[in-house]
T-cell receptor, first 113, second 111 residues
């Protein structure tokens, strides 16, 4: 009965590789998000989608490309990985676009060597 | 300067203590103020939120916002070892879904 799930949980890869992280929510929410949390625990929004439409696109390198095949899924593809991409990536969802409660997944810990 | 600032801690207190966690923010447009709790190796979860200035209480937790000084507080009464976590404050403006998080304060409650 997991609400927001992400795969994989851990990802270790070499610089220059391309990788994807998948996210699914079974809460019936309209809005989904990707966040990046750095080693100092700073959590910063990267993207948000509402009903498959891109709403927020922060100043993220275009090596990062989100894709929302349907309302329940939001994937993140990263090209040409760099050392600075190492972080924990969280997917989240909320019932509506403007909502104080966001439900977070367990995170994907990405390590770029 | 980050829009929401928090002392990263760690803050270490004995069980039963009253804990005060604080944030400051710089954006006058912020209207909603949230506290999220994040256990180690988990995603954040919402504890409580307040709208504009004032207090809100939920069990052992009280959130307080003073918009005149741009100060956000979370008080935990009778702290328990299970309260040990990182506490993230967050804010947003009225008509946006973009939450701005602080860096979090790590709290450790020892028995």
């Amino acid at each position: 009965d997991t609400a927001v799930s992400q795969t994989p949980k851990y990802l270790v890869t070499q610089m220059g590789n391309d990788k994807s992280i998948k996210c699914e929510q079974n809460l019936g929410h309209d809005t989904m998000y990707w966040y990046k949390q750095d080693s100092k625990k700073f959590l910063k929004i990267m993207f948000s989608y509402n009903n498959k439409e891109l709403i927020i696109n922060e100043t993220v390198p275009n090596r990062f490309s989100p894709k929302s095949p349907d309302k329940a899924h939001l994937n993140l593809h990263i090209n040409s990985l760099e050392l600075g991409d190492s972080a924990v990536y969280f997917c989240a969802s909320s019932q509506a676009r403007v909502d104080n409660e966001q439900f977070f997944g367990p995170g994907t810990r990405l390590t770029v060597l | 300067q980050k829009e929401v600032e928090q002392d990263p801690g760690p803050l270490s207190v004995p069980e039963g203590a009253i804990v005060s966690l604080n944030c400051t923010y710089s954006n006058s447009a912020f209207q909603y103020f949230m506290w999220y709790r994040q256990y180690s190796r988990k995603g954040p979860e919402l504890l409580m939120y307040t709208y504009s200035s004032g207090n809100k209480e939920d069990g052992r937790f009280t959130a307080q916002v003073d918009k005149s000084s741009k100060y956000i507080s979370l008080f935990i009464r009778d702290s328990q070892p299970s309260d040990s976590a990182t506490y993230l404050c967050a804010s947003r403006s009225y008509n946006t879904d973009k939450l701005i998080f602080g860096t979090g304060t790590r709290l450790q409650v020892f028995p």
